[in-house]
């Protein structure tokens, strides 16, 4: 008689509890199984959430011991009404789309480029994923020293190609050139997260499908467009929903390279709600920054998830 | 005979006090920045440990966060520290959030009296409301920012000629924030020793509150005020005057013009650095650096000398330093207290100079061999005569990150008008003030 993991389980059950539990319907057995998870999601995410819809509505400071004023909407009209909050949304939108852009590109250049087999290909991925098992502090850090004027790596290769004096230009202080200094970073950093998500859907196409393409005389152009575009589109979509949604909230580098400067030219809405809630105190209005931001990270999530899966429904 | 009696008794004596500490030793905690005089202050503490039999633990913090960590603790009601060196801003949250302990009953008890430290310390760093007798903090560590320079290089003679050349005058330590600024240009970009060097280093750090230190050093010269009237929170016309126009202008023309590349983002760090690798005349930093500065083996000693933040339309500097609270949520308050007694004695503060400290008590200040006690020490009484402080209000925090923005946007990011940063400035902090309900 075969012992089936039931009747292990079975076996090794004390009485008292097996009696128990016979008493017990199926749904009440998920519910405890299902329970604990519930009660920690309850706690952890949806109270929290709860309770910052709350404080949203409030002028509540976490550091002062005063009357806290229900305000109604008044913290969203200032948030969504205060020009520079626009300004940091513009600032985190140029970050999104220009990292995710080049990260895209990048990133599956090189997937595309290591999966054909050539000698030493497992030492390029290698060094090429190295960045990101970096610290984003640590690689913030470093590369303040390459953007340094004056002795900095990265201002003297550039000045060695174009002529102009390395110290002639400050990446990290310049209003013109500081946006760009944080995607550099970030896709420095970043850009073989997407390229090993490239990697696994480049090798999940069956050979079989361009050998088919070979006997109709496809030519290699046709079959790029044809085969390996669409069938690593759902791969790469899902790296830009990951790789958005880690920008969206990108705070340790370019806290890091430029602290949200020159003036605000860097600050990321992240770094603009830090500060509001836990440097000038103002809960209630972080609050009801936060659930803006909430609102439309979810929104916009949830738009790109339904066209996700009509893309892997093809 | 009479002798070994007499050292017998004490010795006795000492070893039964030491007993009775002893028994009730506490482990204290004091908090501060991480900085020079907090390793001093480790040393002149030993001597409070030996006295009192109390444990002294210390936790520093680097100052870009000082502040974010020690208000995260008080507003937390943390009991980490028992003692807090905690910036002159922080007094009015201090006391009117509770977070540290009223002095005066202390001090009365005691027979400490505010009277024998300098009056600009106890206003700055003790009281709440500003200037009544409402005590918070013992004043621990007067400083203001001042500036130092390659006295070496100054005193060369080519330099001394092409100087004199340039500008019709002789190079010496500037009398105004004009001829700072004539100085630090004449230093930029010039070649010395086969090195290009730069005019100053200046404040322009964006995330604490660097860049706002640094202009209320050219702003309270130029005769900046807060309010049109002390307590009225009328700033229309005070905040965003011609003069503070003009110099805000003049520290934007500064940075501009006289500072080393890539410092876009410098504070004390940056300073030093600039000024310990060679690469500036002069720089601007609190007083609190000056003794390590003067000690440095490769650009201290003959090299280095130093000089008051330079008038313009008046005298001013920007305050620095802190006072001594005990904090209210210890549970180790009366070993605390105990420590702010023995840091008020006149030898004890004489102690604390001597060791790099900057002592606020008037027996150090006033002695007649002050001012020739370092190099500096004539121009830090000079500065202490004439500093002002930035709002010390429980809402401090708020209003410096406007501050921080304002300016940076303006002289860093080069966005709008001296004009515009500060009419944008008096509309932040009064949105702020009428959030508070004092407009």
């Known amino acids: ?314 | 005979m009479k002798t070994i009696k007499l050292a017998s008794v004490s010795a006795l004596s000492i070893a039964a006090a030491s007993l009775a500490s002893t028994a009730q030793a506490e482990d204290l905690t004091l908090c501060w920045a991480a900085w020079d005089p907090a390793n001093a202050l480790v040393e002149l503490s030993k001597e409070f440990e030996s006295q009192s039999g109390h444990n002294m633990s210390f936790e520093f913090i680097p100052w870009p966060n000082f502040a974010d960590r020690m208000l995260n603790e008080l507003n937390s009601g943390g009991k980490l520290c028992d003692l807090l060196i905690g910036d002159s801003q922080w007094i009015g949250g201090g006391a009117e959030n509770g977070h540290y302990v009223k002095l005066n009953e202390f001090f009365d008890k005691e027979g400490i009296s505010m009277s024998d430290f300098a009056d600009a310390t106890v206003y700055a760093y003790s009281t709440w409301p500003k200037g009544t007798p409402n005590y918070y903090a013992l004043p621990a560590m007067g400083d203001a920012n001042g500036w130092f320079y390659r006295k070496d290089w100054f005193g060369r003679d080519d330099i001394k000629a092409a100087f004199k050349a340039e500008t019709g005058r002789d190079l010496a330590e500037p009398k105004s924030q004009k001829e700072l600024l004539e100085i630090a240009q004449f230093f930029q970009e010039r070649e010395i020793d086969g090195k290009t060097v730069y005019g100053a280093s200046i404040f322009t750090e964006r995330g604490s509150e660097g860049i706002t230190m640094g202009v209320t050093s050219a702003l309270y010269p130029w005769g900046f005020k807060y309010e049109n009237t002390p307590g009225s929170y009328d700033m229309e016309g005070a905040v965003n005057s011609p003069e503070a126009v003009e110099a805000l202008e003049f520290y934007k023309e500064f940075y501009e013009t006289a500072t080393p590349p890539g410092y876009t983002n410098s504070y004390m760090g940056e300073s030093l650095d600039a000024f310990k690798s060679g690469q500036v005349a002069m720089a601007m930093n609190w007083f609190a650096f000056f003794p390590g500065l003067y000690a440095d083996p490769n650009t201290g000693g003959e090299k280095i000398d130093f000089f008051v933040n330079p008038p313009q339309n008046q005298a001013g500097s920007t305050l620095g330093g802190q006072g001594i609270s005990v904090v209210a949520y210890s549970d180790k308050q009366d070993a605390a207290l105990e420590y702010i007694k023995w840091f008020a004695d006149p030898d004890v503060q004489a102690k604390w100079w001597s060791l790099g400290g900057y002592s606020a008590h008037n027996s150090v200040l006033n002695d007649p061999g002050f001012v020739d006690s370092a190099p500096f020490a004539g121009d830090f009484l000079e500065a202490m005569g004439s500093v002002q402080d930035f709002w010390q209000e429980p809402v401090y925090a708020e209003l410096l990150l406007a501050m921080q923005k304002r300016l940076h946007d303006y002289v860093v990011a080069d966005q709008g008008t001296a004009q515009e940063a500060l009419d944008k400035l008096v509309a932040d902090w009064t949105e702020v003030f009428e959030d508070e309900g004092k407009l």
């Open chain 1, 1 to 314: 008689m075969s012992e089936t993991p039931a009747a292990r389980a079975a076996a090794v059950t004390p009485p008292s509890v097996a009696r128990k539990i016979r008493g017990l319907s199926d749904r009440a057995i998920a519910w405890i199984f299902v329970g604990p998870t519930i009660f920690l999601l309850l706690a952890i995410n949806i109270f929290p959430l709860m309770w910052t819809i709350r404080l949203s509505f409030t002028d509540f400071k976490a550091n002062r011991n005063r009357e806290v004023e229900w305000i109604g909407l008044r913290n969203y009209q200032r948030i969504l009404t205060d020009s520079d909050i626009w300004l940091n949304m513009q600032a985190t939108a140029h970050f999104l789309f220009w990292t995710i852009f080049f990260q895209v590109v990048i990133g599956f250049t090189l997937a595309y480029l290591i999966n054909k087999k050539f000698k030493g290909n497992d030492l390029w991925t290698t060094i090429i994923v190295l960045p990101m098992m970096l610290s984003p502090a640590v690689v913030g850090n470093f590369w303040k020293f390459l953007y340094q004027p004056q002795i900095g790596l990265f201002n003297y290769v550039i000045g060695f190609f174009t002529g102009k004096d390395p110290s002639s230009f400050e990446m990290l202080g310049q209003v013109n050139l500081a946006p760009w200094s944080i995607v550099i970073v970030d896709t420095w950093m970043w850009t073989p997260f997407v390229m090993l998500i490239c990697l696994a859907g480049l090798r999940s196409i069956p050979d079989y499908i361009y050998e088919a393409a070979e006997v109709d005389r496809a030519s290699k152009l046709r079959q790029f467009f044809t085969i390996t575009v669409p069938m690593v589109l759902p791969f790469l979509m899902l790296a830009v929903l990951f790789r958005g949604i880690e920008n969206f909230k990108m705070f340790d580098l370019v806290v890091q390279l430029t602290g949200g400067g020159p003036g605000s030219t860097t600050e990321l809405t992240s770094i603009n709600l830090k500060r509001e809630a836990f440097e000038k105190w103002r809960t209630g209005y972080a609050s009801a920054y936060a659930i803006i931001l909430f609102v439309t990270v979810f929104g916009l999530a949830s738009i790109y998830v339904k066209a996700l899966n009509k893309v892997k429904e093809r």
